[in-house]
Each structure stands twice: as structure tokens, then as C-alpha cells.
């Protein structure tokens, strides 16, 4: 059921983070990858690990903000694949700054990354699932895509709420074509980026901690499961839906007081 042999599954962010862990668990359940980043280096090391496996991982270095770029990049899934079965929106970053002061400049790279980027990736992507009839697309959402964060992130929630509608929109036009098209909702998951602002600010560690009930950040690995799960056919009917990962944070309110081990 979670069979992915004989599939084509294109990742972009796929050099660390969710995307390289995406990617590897994609390849791990048999299929075949696009791995796309702006970070060559990064997309080698991961196509090596999948390459030992067997697996055929081409390295396609791409600025996925840059919709000329991605337009190029399919032509060269054509050429080396000729199908795709799966694509996974990972790639992208925010920005931070408070709504009184963020450059407009900002809000538009932000957007560029996060939406028109996912959106132009979908495009492409959907019109050859549709020409074939089948197919899977995820975006990589964020619970900032259905609430609010505080503390600078105007502009990178402003996008990861397009993204939601994207995801919603999509999957209304293209489920009755054989193309599904979900969204998942990290809440904090652990990257360098994260990493340098809790360094910065050793209380906010806590402070993320203290609103998930699981009671422990995220890891790039907590991907991989449902990655597997969203790009087979063991989700065949699953489509629009905005899945949170995020140890229960989402379902928590502000006020609640969790549980904890005593
Ligand atoms: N980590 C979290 O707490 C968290 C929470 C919610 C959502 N997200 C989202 O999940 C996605 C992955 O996050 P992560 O923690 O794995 O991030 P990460 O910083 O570890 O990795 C992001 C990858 O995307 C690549 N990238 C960024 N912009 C790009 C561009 N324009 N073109 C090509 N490559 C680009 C980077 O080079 C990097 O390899 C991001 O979209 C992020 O916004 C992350």
C-alpha cells in the first residue's frame, strides 16, 4: 500500500531539513527523485544517500522564487523522466520583522518564495499529472497558515496563508482529474535557522516548547511518515486537507494547561 517503486517524486529543499528528509523517505519506499535546492552541494550529499539504495536521484540546483527557473526545471524532468507522480513544495524561508517596519521589498521576496514559487510548481507539475490522470502534490504549510505567530512573522504568515487557499483551491479543481493535493502544518521543527534564534534567545526554546503538548520541537525526521503516506496510494482518497504536525500544538488553545510527565 505504501509502495512507491516505479514512481517519480520531485522535492524541492531536498539539500537539509524536511525536504532531504522527504526526499530520503520517498526513495527509501522506492521511488525515483528530482531533488531540487538552491544549495548544490547539499542536494549531492542527499542524492548519494539515495543512489546507495539503488534509486535514481537526479541533482537539479534551482531558485524555486524564480518562475523562469522552475519553468526550465520541468523541461528538464521531461527530458530525464518524462513523469512525474509526486511533488513535494518544501523549499522556502521567511523573513522577520514587525508589520509597522518590514519593507515592502520583504513582503514581496517572501511571497515570491512561498507562493508564487509553490504556485508555479503546482502549475507545472499539475498539468502533467492531469494530462496522465493521476498523481500527488504536498505543500509544506505551516501552522502560521491557519494562525498567527506574533513575534515578526507578518510577512512569512501572510504567504503560508496563501498557501492554504492554494492547497484548498487546487484540490477543488483537480481531485475529479485523479490529482490530489494536501498541505502539511509543521509547527517549530528544528533547522539551523531555528536553531540560531533560540541561541540568540535561550528562552525561546521553552516558549515553543511550553505550547506543544508532546513536549519537544520537532525534527526534520517527524516528516517522513506522512510524506510516504501522502505521495501513495494508501491516501487515495485523502485530498485538500491541511494536516498540522505539530505534537498536538495546534489543538491546544493559548490557555491550556498541558499534562506532563511526572
Ligand atoms: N522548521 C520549522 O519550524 C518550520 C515550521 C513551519 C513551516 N516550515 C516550512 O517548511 C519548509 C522547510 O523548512 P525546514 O525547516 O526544512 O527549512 P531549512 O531551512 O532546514 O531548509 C530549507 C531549504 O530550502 C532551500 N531554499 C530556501 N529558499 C529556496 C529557494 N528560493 N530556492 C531553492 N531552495 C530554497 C534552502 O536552501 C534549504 O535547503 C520551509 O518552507 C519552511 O518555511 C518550517
Same mark, same amino acid.
Given at each position: 500500500?505504501?509502495?512507491?517503486?516505479?514512481?517519480?517524486?520531485?522535492?524541492?529543499?531536498?539539500?537539509?531539513?524536511?525536504?532531504?528528509?522527504? %526526499?530520503?523517505?520517498?526513495?527509501?519506499?522506492? %521511488?525515483?527523485?528530482?531533488?531540487?535546492?538552491?544549495?548544490?552541494?547539499?542536494?549531492?550529499?542527499?542524492?548519494?544517500?539515495?543512489?546507495?539504495?539503488?534509486?535514481?536521484?537526479?541533482? %537539479?540546483?534551482?531558485?524555486?522564487?524564480?518562475?523562469?527557473?522552475?519553468?526550465?526545471?520541468?523541461?528538464?524532468?521531461? %527530458?530525464?523522466?518524462?513523469?512525474?507522480?509526486?511533488?513535494?513544495?518544501?523549499?522556502?524561508?521567511?523573513?522577520?520583522?514587525?508589520?509597522?517596519?518590514?519593507?515592502?521589498?520583504?513582503?514581496?521576496?517572501?511571497?515570491?518564495?512561498?507562493?508564487?514559487?509553490?504556485?508555479?510548481?503546482?502549475?507545472?507539475?499539475?498539468?502533467?499529472?492531469?494530462?496522465?490522470?493521476?498523481?500527488?502534490?504536498?505543500?509544506?504549510?505551516?501552522?502560521?497558515?491557519?494562525?498567527?505567530?506574533?513575534?515578526?512573522?507578518?510577512?512569512?504568515?501572510?504567504?503560508?496563508?496563501?498557501?492554504?487557499?492554494?492547497?484548498?483551491?487546487?484540490?477543488?479543481?483537480?481531485?475529479?482529474?485523479?490529482?490530489?493535493?494536501?498541505?502539511?502544518?509543521?509547527?517549530?521543527?528544528?533547522?539551523?535557522?531555528?536553531?540560531?534564534?533560540?541561541?540568540?534567545?535561550?528562552?525561546?526554546?521553552?516558549?515553543?516548547?511550553?505550547?506543544?503538548?508532546?513536549?519537544?520541537?520537532?525534527?526534520?525526521?517527524?516528516?517522513?511518515?506522512?510524506?510516504?503516506?501522502?505521495?501513495? =496510494?494508501?491516501?487515495?482518497?485523502?485530498?485538500?486537507?491541511?494536516?498540522?504536525? =505539530?505534537?498536538?500544538?495546534?489543538?491546544?488553545?493559548?490557555?491550556?494547561?498541558?499534562?506532563?510527565?511526572?
Amino acid at each position: 500500500m505504501f509502495d512507491l517503486t516505479g514512481k517519480v517524486a520531485l522535492v524541492t529543499g531536498a539539500a537539509q531539513g524536511m525536504g532531504r528528509a522527504m %526526499a530520503l523517505a520517498l526513495a527509501e519506499a522506492g %521511488a525515483d527523485t528530482l531533488l531540487v535546492d538552491r544549495n548544490e552541494e547539499g542536494l549531492r550529499a542527499t542524492g548519494a544517500s539515495i543512489e546507495g539504495w539503488g534509486r535514481r536521484a537526479v541533482v %537539479a540546483p534551482c531558485d524555486v522564487s524564480d518562475p523562469a527557473r522552475i519553468r526550465e526545471l520541468f523541461k528538464r524532468l521531461d %527530458a530525464e523522466f518524462d513523469r512525474i507522480d509526486f511533488l513535494g513544495n518544501v523549499a522556502g524561508d521567511g523573513i522577520l520583522a514587525s508589520p509597522e517596519e518590514v519593507s515592502l521589498e520583504d513582503v514581496e521576496r517572501c511571497w515570491r518564495n512561498l507562493v508564487l514559487g509553490r504556485f508555479c510548481m503546482c502549475q507545472e507539475a499539475g498539468r502533467r499529472m492531469l494530462a496522465a490522470g493521476r498523481g500527488s502534490i504536498v505543500n509544506i504549510g505551516s501552522l502560521a497558515s491557519i494562525t498567527a505567530l506574533g513575534r515578526g512573522h507578518i510577512a512569512y504568515s501572510m504567504a503560508m496563508g496563501g498557501v492554504a487557499q492554494m492547497t484548498r483551491e487546487l484540490s477543488t479543481e483537480w481531485a475529479g482529474r485523479g490529482v490530489r493535493v494536501n498541505a502539511i502544518l509543521p509547527a517549530q521543527v528544528v533547522n539551523p535557522g531555528l536553531e540560531k534564534r533560540m541561541s540568540e534567545n535561550p528562552s525561546l526554546r521553552d516558549k515553543y516548547i511550553s505550547g506543544i503538548p508532546a513536549g519537544r520541537l520537532g525534527q526534520p525526521d517527524d516528516i517522513r511518515g506522512l510524506a510516504v503516506f501522502l505521495a501513495s =496510494d494508501a491516501s487515495s482518497w485523502i485530498t485538500g486537507t491541511l494536516i498540522p504536525m =505539530d505534537g498536538g500544538s495546534l489543538a491546544a488553545n493559548a490557555g491550556a494547561t498541558m499534562g506532563r510527565k511526572k
